[in-house]
């Protein structure tokens, strides 16, 4: 029998690591929701303790967000599961999302749960997609919990593709800026070279010095250059990856003014949506939490989520347990609070959500705003320093006439 190695979340938030041997993918869930643990991934592993089987890429925001709000107007006019699933096989065209949706046909035409299926495929749906399916499926309110999935979906995506076109425009005002300086370095400062050489000067000025050593650099022994910057964002990125290197990346994103400032709501948002959704599912707060700590995106937040729901389940309040989490703002505390005393806690998230998403769009403004002037005055002090380059042996050459 193969061995499946795994990690999942208990009930209160914890990471939970091991081994599983059993006979096929079905009874390795089966065992793992036996013991009411949260599948996040799994791999089968050979006797060698070689990976047979990796941990998937979730499928793209877009497609998850067409295939629930599709499928809820389905089974909303009566059509059954299987029928709305196959629907929605045929008519779609991304050739990943085809193959997920043709195994999720054939588990449940076997008789399998919605749920089940999409948990034979780890890392291809998000957390909170399964388990809200997984709670309509015991309610018998599927569709609205579909519906609610695509709502959440939907949010995300609007919220995502709101942060990609703010920075677009910086974006493209950086690769110019940089286009422009290499182009400079590599085209216009050779024939100055040229003019320098043949001048005779016996010592050039330090700026000059510099910038024909970075135009040799770019133009000679560009493959050093070029490999010299993919290793380092091979590092980098190595660095992101490992658990220090993100808990410190993502607390220093926390610290930095411009970025703090747009997070601050960012992270609001995200919470408050999402743990509204799977409350109003009927989903224990404790579980909502430990779904919630994978959505905010951030591994510092993650955390003191997870001591947040440590504090409830030893039996303290979420209006005093929430008080934990730093990038929170008071009024996020002071609406949960209200919400607990008058047992309206999902509509007061739902409310916060609204109020710090238009934070969010002004704070995205303001960055914009004042990234622009930086990256012109740094632009402008990048050309001054050529153009000085260039001048002060020229001078020299002057002087010397």
Aim: with cysteine; aromatic share 8%.
């Amino acid at each position: 029998m193969p061995d499946y190695k795994y990690a999942a979340k208990s009930a209160e938030g914890k990471v939970v690591k091991g081994i599983i041997t059993a006979t096929d993918q079905d009874r390795f869930i089966s065992e793992v929701k036996a013991r009411n643990l949260y599948l996040i991934k799994f791999y089968e592993v050979s006797k060698q303790g070689s990976i047979v089987l990796g941990q998937n890429k979730q499928l793209p925001l877009k497609d998850l967000a067409v295939f629930c709000r599709q499928t809820y107007s389905l089974l909303k006019v009566g059509v059954s599961l299987v029928k709305a699933i196959d629907l929605m096989y045929q008519q779609t065209t991304n050739k990943v999302m085809k193959s997920s949706i043709q195994k999720i046909y054939e588990s449940v035409q076997k008789g399998s749960l919605l749920s089940e299926g999409l948990r034979k495929q780890p890392g291809k749906f998000p957390g909170i997609m399964i388990s809200l399916i997984e709670s309509g499926e015991a309610s018998g309110t599927l569709a609205e919990s579909v519906e609610k999935i695509a709502t959440q979906f939907e949010n995300d995506l609007r919220l995502k593709r709101k942060i990609t076109s703010a920075m677009a425009y910086p974006a493209v005002i950086a690769v110019l800026g940089v286009g422009v300086v290499i182009l400079m370095v590599s085209v216009v400062l050779p024939q100055f070279i040229t003019m320098f050489q043949q001048a005779g000067i016996d010592k050039l000025p330090l700026p000059t010095a510099i910038l024909i050593g970075l135009s040799d650099l770019v133009t000679k022994k560009w493959y050093f250059l070029l490999f010299g910057i993919l290793l380092l964002i091979i590092i980098i990125r190595m660095y992101i990856k490992s658990p220090g290197g993100r808990m410190f990346w993502d607390g220093l994103k926390l610290k930095i003014p411009l970025a703090k400032n747009v997070l601050m709501p960012l992270t609001t948002v995200r919470f408050c949506r999402t743990f509204s959704t799977l409350l109003s599912s009927g989903m224990p707060m404790l579980q909502a939490l430990s779904i919630v700590m994978n959505v905010v995106n951030n591994k510092v937040v993650s955390e003191q989520l997870s001591e947040t729901s440590e504090d409830i389940r030893k039996g303290m309040s979420l209006t005093n347990s929430i008080r934990r989490v730093s990038v929170f703002p008071p009024m996020l505390q002071s609406m949960i609070s209200i919400g607990e005393e008058s047992g309206s806690l999902e509509s007061m998230l739902d409310n916060t959500s609204d109020y710090y998403n238009d934070v969010l769009e002004n704070s995205i403004s303001k960055m914009i705003a004042l990234i622009e002037p930086i990256m012109i005055v740094i632009m402008a002090g990048v050309v001054g320093f050529i153009i000085l380059a260039i001048m002060l042996p020229m001078l020299q050459i002057y002087q010397s006439i």
